[in-house]
């Protein structure tokens, strides 16, 4: 099974944008910072453009959150950026002619369901200020504790 990262890249990205908001703010740095093709961010960039939650211009280095970070729940990054609703997917390939193979997939729909629905309302209560916090309030905790880390105060 492959995993996807788009939503903890894009989550990512409009952290960054927020924290670092009089810094440069180009593809590449934040690629540097995800450990990512600066390509993927721009692909990222412009989905979030589109859904309203980032402001930015091709060619410039300075990019903005479209509303304050309060305002953007995980749901509207996750809706912005996924090509499919769901997050799980039935096999669609089972056998007609076992008593598992005919039903499974019925019943896995439902159950799926109820998974998406629960996912979605608490991503819906989870703001990107939620995740900048607690990042912040991590990064707090190492540097108290004498770690390398970055000042971001």
Do not use: F, W
Not at 43 to 58: C, H, I, R, V, W
Request: with cysteine.
């Amino acid at each position: 099974m492959k995993h996807s990262y788009k939503l903890s890249d894009a989550i990512h990205i409009l952290t960054y944008v927020d924290i670092y908001k009089n810094d440069d703010l180009s593809s590449a740095r934040i690629a540097a910072s995800i450990e990512a093709n600066a390509s993927v961010v721009r692909n990222l960039m412009s989905k979030l453009k589109k859904a309203g939650l980032l402001n930015n211009q091709p060619g410039v280095a300075r990019a903005s959150l479209a509303k304050p970070a309060s305002e953007i729940s995980v749901l509207d990054v996750y809706r912005a950026i996924t090509s499919t609703a769901s997050l799980l997917h039935v096999d669609p390939k089972t056998n007609p002619n076992c008593v598992v193979g005919a039903n499974i997939q019925n019943t896995l729909e439902e159950v799926y369901q109820r998974v998406q629905n629960a996912a979605e309302l608490e991503m819906s209560q989870i703001s990107i200020q939620d995740v900048i916090d607690g990042m912040l309030e991590s990064e707090r905790l190492k540097q108290k504790a004498g770690g390398d880390g970055e000042k971001l105060d």
